[in-house]
């Protein structure tokens, strides 16, 4: 079956350091790959995506990169800003068949300090 | 609505009772999906719905859950005799539909269950 393996949390870093959270997936077929993240109180929010091998998925200064060869989809973010504090989830999911339904990892909580 | 809402935001029930939980999704999203949020499992599928198709509901965990979706839009999740380890935040989200192409999955802000 289908399944998420993400780098276990939590993350503290400084403001302005480099950001890698290592995400790995196990799937059958070619699935679309997520991250979502979910800020403190609130619900969860698509980050960036990726729908085919070699895709980059960009958004808010977060790149991730489809790697069909090593089954892993990356998180990396140049420099982090406070307001980045948040739990951040990868994703897969499915691109035939009916359902749709998102497999997650476990999220990566990470605190970004001033 | 500009997003996905659900009701209500927190619920605090006694083990044994039945408990309803609503989703409203974004408006012309045909694709509706149940999610659980808990400690123990992290994010787990529970059920989808697309259009007028029966329901996956591979993701139930149990013949407690069920779920209806009334006219295509607003959706009710139903947890009878409830158990603790059904505290959970349980997280709706919707989608444009179609094959090919997968759709964005627009998530609401959840509803947080605490069975005491």
């Known amino acids: 079956g289908n399944s998420v393996t993400q780098m276990e949390g939590p993350v503290t870093l400084s403001e302005e350091a480099f950001l890698t959270i290592n995400c790995t997936y196990t799937?059958?077929?070619?699935?679309?790959l997520f991250w979502y993240v979910q800020y403190p109180g609130e619900g969860l929010q698509l980050l960036l995506k990726?729908?085919?091998?070699?895709d980059k998925g960009s958004n808010k200064g977060f790149e991730a990169t489809y790697r069909k060869e090593t089954t892993s989809f990356h998180l990396e973010k140049g420099s982090v800003q406070v307001s980045d504090s948040a739990v951040y989830f990868c994703?897969?999911?499915?691109?035939?068949?009916?359902?749709?339904?998102?497999?997650f990892g476990s999220g990566t909580q990470l605190t970004v300090l001033p | 609505g500009a997003g996905v809402s659900q009701s209500p935001s927190n619920k605090v029930t006694e083990k044994g009772k039945d408990v309803e939980l609503r989703c409203d999704p974004i408006?012309?999203?045909?694709?509706l999906y149940w999610y659980r949020q808990s400690l123990g499992q992290g994010l787990e599928f529970l059920i989808y719905?697309?259009?007028?198709?029966?329901?996956?509901k591979s993701g139930l965990p149990s013949d407690r859950f069920s779920a209806e979706r009334t006219g295509g839009s607003v959706s009710t999740l139903t947890i009878q005799r409830t158990q603790q380890e059904d505290s959970a935040v349980y997280l709706c989200?919707?989608?444009?539909?179609?094959?090919?192409?997968?759709?964005?999955?627009?998530f609401g802000p959840g509803t947080r269950l605490l069975v005491l």
């Open positions: 994703a897969l999911s499915r691109t035939s068949g009916s359902a749709r339904q998102l497999t």
């Open positions: 799937a059958t077929g070619y699935p679309s």
């Open positions: 408006s012309g999203h045909t694709a």
């Open positions: 719905f697309q259009g007028n198709s029966a329901p996956d």
């Open positions: 989200a919707s989608s444009l539909a179609g094959t090919g192409v997968l759709k964005t999955q627009y």
């Open positions: 990726a729908t085919k091998a070699d």
